[in-house]
């Protein structure tokens, strides 16, 4: 009944820490009066957290010419992080700082479906060569989106349908093996929640981001907090029957799953069968963004089931926000129309009063950046950070 | 980014407390290494949490004979808690302990619709007549569970389909007018979720509470919170479309709503129109319990409806616990059924692995459960603990 209250121990460094993550510059009077601690536990903590790098006595850098001001403030150029945000086919590998900023990146073209060994030894070399190019810091950790559910607790691939090879695979073993830092793996829709509710939104305490590709997912944030569900496979919005889905085969083996209705093969199947060529999410966006009428209108109607589940989820869910992402969100307004008409359609009043429905802000980078976010959430938590002290 | 780091002040004696919670005694050594706490500074909190009697120095009051152990426990009877569940026509009033405990109760006829004036005076009545009846403590707050949307951090119903009079009444300022101390205000099935976790499933971090009565509703719980969404509006089970819930008219204004093709008062529609006498919710339970086929057969089907909407639920939320309630789930294992028999037809393996879809178990009491936890978790909170100090 009471373990919501259950803490770590109270004024260690890493709490102290956490004061500072805000990015205000305090002093040690200020660090005093704001913890509750001694003015001397004050000090030793911010000696260890001196020491560790992670907070610096020069915040900018800029000295202001008079007396020095004795303010302390986050450091978070003191480490980097290395992320990963992997699709079936495509993959984005960055080094970002504390903070999240991307300091480098790379697009790559993988095949998720050659397996663990192949596509880990290119994110490794991957990650080596962009390490090259950027200010040489410690590293916190490596973040890791797979596309499919993973178990996030042990980083293993959980009967991930599109990923042959990868069941069960201890993803962080592999990855340690090579850099010697914590390394956290987790389905990448969630990571791309996780980085646009950090960079983009981080007053939506309710929302749910979805990723419209070839496959159709969402990652769902709960009272401020990403919602991975007992074995790691929430946000299965594809799955979902649809209400327009009738018999068709969806190859999860059942029919009339959103996905098998709106997902990207399925709107091209649609232009297909009109005498349109269309054979991959890029064509769809090409031709919608052309111009092409029987494109707009099939983006349109699939974005018109996926908003009949979102409905739904609305109506359990109550969110403030639902971004919109992934390839085909490139398409523009034809997509979020259809999605908008549907909610409003179908949902109540008061559950839409407040609702917004906007486009991914930090589009293809929202995977990266979410690794980024989930590595840093660890990597500075107040038990990992006194871990780290003599 | 990093607003989850954000902590009250370390090493309160709220903080202390909070420690305490679990339930074990501890000595003034055990407190000290466990807080990281200076010894006098654990001596003077526990001072503060001895005055309040908040804690106890005679855990369970049983002298060993031998030296004093000198341990501390959290006192769970040094406040009362008020807390009520109000349903359309029925409400159950108690007053319990600080574990949740209910000292005393009554269920009441009311009719909510005689709107808030009537109602808060038969229950202010209700409790005062009930504290005569059990030791006299200190209050710690009163909770109270509507039968509607209600805006949480106000505590005024929002729009409540079923309680005229009712929207945007300041209920708290009404009841802290005769008790003078904090009132929290939630809708009911959010409460029986609360009630639910705490009592029988503490270990369930994610799991949806559905009560099955004439509305049809749900609580989630998610990541071991309580999911109540931006305005209130979360759990709207009841109005997601059903699969095969057709053109049938719902009262929110849409058609083939959940609750218009299964709720109460549709399975009684349905066996009238098979030459069949029910009127009520207690008829239909009644009817199945007799061994009535046509009931057994409608309440089965409701169950399956009500799967059906629970399968998208599990796609989407991964609960590792599904707990059926309400005055319908006493028609017992053929509800259930129904809805077992939706959701492992629709959901994919991996998200029904390890699901269990079980009875409510705290039975007519948990959203009076709900409400005094509800009021716990405010009263005990080291914020408010710390507040009440000289």
């Known amino acids: 009944m009471y373990e919501h209250f259950t803490t770590s121990a109270a004024g260690s460094p890493g709490q102290l820490l956490g004061l500072l993550l805000d990015g205000t510059p305090r002093t040690r009077a200020e660090l005093t009066a704001q913890t509750g601690l001694a003015r001397s536990t004050v000090r030793a903590r911010l000696d260890a957290l001196l020491d560790?790098?992670?907070?610096?006595?020069?915040?900018?850098?800029?000295?202001?010419?008079?007396?020095?001001?004795?303010?302390?403030?986050?450091?978070?150029?003191?480490?980097?992080?290395?992320?990963?945000?992997?699709?079936?086919?495509?993959?984005?590998?960055?080094?970002?700082?504390?903070?999240?900023?991307?300091?480098?990146?790379?697009?790559?073209?993988?095949?998720?479906?050659?397996?663990?060994?192949?596509?880990?030894?290119?994110?490794?070399?991957?990650?080596?060569?962009?390490?090259?190019?950027?200010?040489?810091?410690?590293?916190?950790?490596?973040?890791?989106?797979?596309?499919?559910?993973?178990?996030?607790?042990?980083?293993?691939?959980?009967?991930?349908?599109?990923?042959?090879?990868?069941?069960?695979?201890?993803?962080?073993?592999?990855?340690?093996?090579?850099?010697g830092v914590p390394v956290l793996v987790d389905n990448e829709v969630n990571l791309m929640a996780l980085g646009e509710h950090a960079r983009s939104f981080p007053d939506a305490d309710h929302m749910i981001v979805v990723k419209v590709a070839t496959g159709i997912g969402s990652g769902f944030i709960s009272n401020g907090v990403l919602h991975r569900g007992a074995v790691g496979a929430a946000g299965d919005l594809g799955h979902v029957l649809a209400p327009h889905g009738g018999d068709t085969p969806c190859h999860c083996g059942n029919t009339g799953c959103l996905e098998a209705v709106a997902g990207g093969p399925a709107i091209a199947a649609a232009l297909r069968a009109k005498g349109i060529e269309a054979h991959s999410n890029a064509d769809v966006v090409a031709l919608v963004r052309s111009g092409n009428l029987e494109a707009s209108h099939a983006v349109?109607?699939?974005?018109?089931?996926?908003?009949d589940v979102l409905a739904g989820c609305v109506s359990m869910f109550n969110p403030?926000?639902?971004?919109?992402?992934?390839?085909?969100?490139?398409?523009?307004?034809?997509?979020?129309?259809?999605?908008?008409?549907?909610?409003?359609?179908?949902?109540?009043?008061?559950?839409?009063?407040?609702?917004?429905?906007?486009?991914?802000?930090?589009?293809?980078?929202?995977?990266?950046?979410?690794?980024?976010?989930?590595?840093?959430?660890?990597?500075?938590?107040?038990?990992?950070?006194?871990?780290?002290?003599?």
């Open 52 to 179: 560790l790098g992670l907070v610096s006595d020069r915040p900018g850098g800029v000295s202001t010419g008079g007396r020095p001001a004795g303010r302390f403030a986050f450091n978070a150029r003191s480490r980097a992080v290395l992320a990963a945000d992997l699709g079936a086919t495509h993959a984005t590998v960055a080094v970002t700082d504390l903070n999240g900023a991307v300091l480098a990146r790379r697009p790559l073209r993988i095949a998720i479906a050659d397996g663990p060994d192949a596509v880990i030894t290119c994110l490794v070399e991957t990650w080596r060569e962009l390490l090259a190019d950027v200010p040489a810091v410690p590293l916190a950790g490596v973040g890791i989106g797979l596309p499919g559910p993973v178990e996030h607790s042990s980083g293993r691939p959980n009967h991930p349908p599109i990923m042959p090879g990868w069941d069960g695979v201890d993803v962080p073993e592999r990855v340690f093996a090579e850099f």
């Open 320 to 390: 403030s926000l639902i971004v919109i992402g992934g390839a085909l969100a490139a398409a523009g307004e034809m997509l979020l129309a259809g999605v908008r008409e549907s909610i409003y359609r179908r949902s109540l009043p008061l559950a839409t009063g407040n609702l917004r429905i906007v486009p991914s802000q930090a589009g293809e980078d929202a995977g990266v950046l979410g690794a980024a976010v989930m590595v840093v959430q660890h990597a500075l938590s107040p038990v990992v950070v006194d871990s780290q002290l003599p």
């Open 300 to 307: 349109r109607q699939a974005g018109r089931d996926i908003g």
